[in-house]
């Protein structure tokens, strides 16, 4: 019980920097957060299924089931590609607009398409 509520306290501090953070490198590391949290919570929920590596053998039971840990393992790399589009982005508005403040970015790109 202690741990899933770490990983919901963990979930809404990603999220509060996702939705209440103006500087937008602030803003990737709650997205990194929040992804990393839910990783986390898969993680758990998985380890609680079985106990046995699931390699097939005579009276074998009780096996992990591979398939969340795989889906993990592909949502970490995701993770980490989306992370380093996200700084490669805000380092290009950055270099546009002279600062990662979310209002100020948005400012000078509508009055540069104007």
């Given at each position: 019980m202690v741990e899933r509520i770490l990983i919901l306290i963990l979930s809404l501090i990603g999220?509060?920097?996702i939705v209440y953070k103006k500087n937008i490198i602030k803003k990737i590391y709650g997205l990194t957060?929040?992804?990393?949290?839910?990783?986390i919570l898969?993680?758990?929920?998985g380890s609680q299924i079985g106990k046995n590596a699931p390699i097939m053998g005579?009276?074998?039971r009780d096996m992990v089931d591979p398939v969340p840990q795989a889906?993990?393992?592909?949502?970490?790399?995701i993770g980490v590609c989306i992370t380093a589009l996200s700084l490669a982005i805000a380092f290009r508005l950055y270099r546009f607009t002279g600062s990662f403040d979310i209002d100020e970015i948005r400012e000078k790109v509508s009055h540069g398409t104007d």
């Open positions: 999220l509060w920097g957060i929040l992804n990393s949290s839910v990783v898969f993680i758990l929920e005579k009276g074998v889906l993990m393992l592909t949502a970490i790399v």
